[in-house]
């Protein structure tokens, strides 16, 4: 039985992929451990691992509506990460692990791979690095010009010294690791041609289940972007937009505004904070979208067309790789006005050829091997 370190951010897009891969490794007979608060322990605990608690730093809300927010957040991982490093080191002082296991924003995985020379495993729940394909040339470049560059190099610094880590950069953590895992197949994956077999590309880990959610008896198209970015604005918008229009619009706002803030909706559009994503995906027509990964596989996984409307950089690739294979179009936010939206979603409700295009890729999704395919790779990298 090997002994196994889950580390995570709190966020579902980088908690949700390692769940069920932990829960699997856990019924083969692994110990895992996973560092969490407890809003993730709530989600942890049903796999059988074990929780090693921290408490978090409390952390603003930041508004991601273009790079330099981008950059406040990613400051923002830094931040957290200095309060929460010191109590996931004592949670393994006598206890180490075999193998980490992190998702490519949970930085303690690799700065303790490094100190205790352990191999690890990354978690892309966006796109992954190659040696081909630089991803982290988005985040130096975003950081080039920002106001909290200083303040971040400081901090960053500041821990590797403070924590006897070996010297490291922020541009590391955005190369591949040993091993990696893409939850995403291979044919969607941008520059898939630079990926060789230190990536296990396993699509999502969990297929969307049933859940109850009755349609509307017409067209559907759900507008979201996901739970971390809030737009009021954006979501008026979509109601000029898609008001009277021959369609149902279920919009989903996240948790940084209340629907009640939108006002009186027109009979075509229903608002709520938060909608059960797969199941409405399972009856929509179109998907006005920001290109989470989740968000996106789950449309893959439905064959569902969008219109990506990304707001960080990696969002972008994302957005860039959908009209490129053909599976929908993306506007910039700043280009989201209502007659551009109300154009976009019109494109895709009648494209038989996008429809073709995105079946293909469903099949593709579906034949990925999901947490069962990541389990194998994991434990045929287990030390000896």
């Known amino acids: 039985m090997a002994h196994l370190a889950f580390m995570s951010l709190a966020e579902s897009g980088h908690l949700n992929p390692l769940l069920p891969i932990a829960r699997e490794l856990v019924e083969r007979g692994h110990r895992v451990t996973f560092p969490a608060d407890e809003s993730m322990a709530e989600r942890i605990g049903p796999t059988g691992a074990e929780v090693i608690s921290y408490e978090p730093r409390p952390a603003e809300t930041i508004v991601i509506d273009g ?4 950059a406040r957040a990613t400051l923002a991982v830094l931040q957290q990460l200095e309060h929460v490093l010191p109590q996931i080191e004592a949670g393994y002082a006598d206890d180490r692990p075999d193998l980490i296991v992190n998702d490519w924003l949970a930085w303690a995985g690799p700065m303790l ?9 990354q978690s892309w729940s966006a796109h992954a690095a190659s040696e081909g394909y630089d991803f982290g040339k988005f985040i130096v470049g975003m950081f080039a010009a920002s106001p909290v560059k200083a303040e971040f190099d400081t901090l960053f610094a500041a821990i590797l010294s403070r924590h006897g880590i070996p010297p490291l950069q922020l541009h590391d953590f955005y190369k591949p690791a040993e091993f990696n895992l893409v939850y995403q197949p291979k044919s969607f994956h941008v520059h898939n041609e630079t990926f060789d077999d230190r990536y296990a590309f396993v699509g999502p880990t969990r297929l969307p289940a049933a859940q109850d959610w009755t349609p509307p008896g017409r067209p559907l198209v759900l507008v979201s972007l996901g739970t971390i970015i809030s737009r009021p604005d954006f979501f008026h918008t979509c109601i000029q937009a898609f008001a009277d229009e021959p369609y149902h ?20 559009i229903e608002a709520h904070q938060h909608v059960p994503q797969p199941a409405v995906l399972a009856h929509a027509d179109a998907f006005v979208t920001h290109t989470g990964m989740n968000s996106t596989m789950e449309a893959l996984a439905a064959a569902v067309p969008m219109v990506a409307i990304p707001h960080t950089p990696e969002e972008q690739t994302t957005a860039d790789r959908i009209a ?54 994991i434990e045929a990298r287990l030390p000896r």
């Open 67 to 70: 790079m330099d927010a981008a």
């Open 113 to 121: 791979a490094a100190k205790w020379r352990l191999p690890r495993i």
């Open 249 to 268: 619009v279920v919009m989903s706002v996240g948790r940084g505004i209340s629907p009640a803030d939108l006002g009186p909706l027109p009979a075509n």
């Open 324 to 377: 490129a294979l053909g599976l929908g179009s993306t506007l910039a936010p700043a280009d989201a006005t209502a007659e551009h939206l109300r154009e976009a979603v019109r494109g895709l409700l009648d494209e038989p050829a996008t429809r073709q295009r995105l079946r293909a890729m469903q099949d593709d999704v579906r034949a990925a091997g999901g947490a069962l395919r990541a389990t194998d790779a």
